[in-house]
């Protein structure tokens, strides 16, 4: 069981919005950056959002990212059939034994 | 242009070792924390190791503490991670990443750059 909770997977149609969740704690969301990665089919994963809700270079305004307390969210609009994918959240954990901390994954399904 | 790339993957039997190593360009290698991620099929990332710009300090995951050791030689450019004592659940693609900014392993922000991977298939 990873320490960050997504859901497995979400769908919308083209052009429509998407929200992805992820969940933490005091330890980890609570009080470190959030970032989202974007994994394609048989690719590396890619930087979409870091430090909460700041956009890399090259990433469209699409995207976003927020944090509230203890969770985050990453939103996609105007979805493309290219935006089916993975997505996790990523950060650091406090804790005594953990370090870096990936979300579960969410796969999102754009019908 | 950043580029990580990452080799030595490969099939190695269970209690066996194995080297991955990652050349690194574009950027100044020694000013930047690095890390290794992993992947099993079909699953998530899994935060493996990560090691500070200067090698002095190293961090494991409780799955490979005592058998995996992350190194670099800044002066190669390029990261490694030793792997001993090889388990199956080990299997997975190897991705070498790095941190944003800074070179302290403490609280990153995340890693903008990425490898293609390596994958390691631990299997008798």
């Known amino acids: 069981q990873s320490v960050l909770t997504q859901p497995p997977s979400v769908s919308a149609a083209p052009g429509q919005k998407v929200i992805i969740s992820c969940s933490g704690s005091?330890?980890?969301?609570?009080?470190?950056?959030v970032s989202w990665y974007q994994q394609l089919p048989g690719t590396a994963p890619k930087l979409l959002i870091y430090?909460?809700?700041k956009r890399p270079s090259g990433i469209p305004d699409r995207f976003s990212g927020s944090k509230s307390g203890t969770s985050a969210t990453l939103g996609i609009t105007g979805l493309q059939t290219g935006d089916e994918a993975d997505y996790y959240c990523g950060t650091w954990d406090s804790s005594l034994s953990a370090n870096w901390v990936f979300g579960g994954g969410t796969k999102l399904t754009v019908l | 242009e950043v580029q990580l790339l990452e080799s030595g993957g490969g099939l190695v039997r269970p209690g066996g070792s194995l080297r991955l190593s990652c050349a690194a360009s574009g950027f100044t290698f020694s000013r930047y924390a690095m890390s290794w991620v992993r992947q099993a099929p079909g699953k998530g990332l899994e935060w493996v190791s990560g090691i500070s710009g200067s090698g002095g300090s190293t961090y494991y995951a409780d799955s490979v503490k005592g058998r995996f050791t992350i190194s670099r030689d800044n002066s190669k450019n390029t990261l490694y991670l030793q792997m001993n004592s090889l388990r199956a659940e080990d299997t997975a693609i190897y991705y070498c990443a790095k941190v944003i900014e800074g070179s302290s392993w403490y609280r990153i922000p995340g890693f903008d750059y990425w490898g293609q991977g390596t994958l390691v298939t631990v299997s008798s």
């Open positions: 430090d909460n809700n």
């Open positions: 005091s330890s980890n969301i609570g009080n470190n950056y």
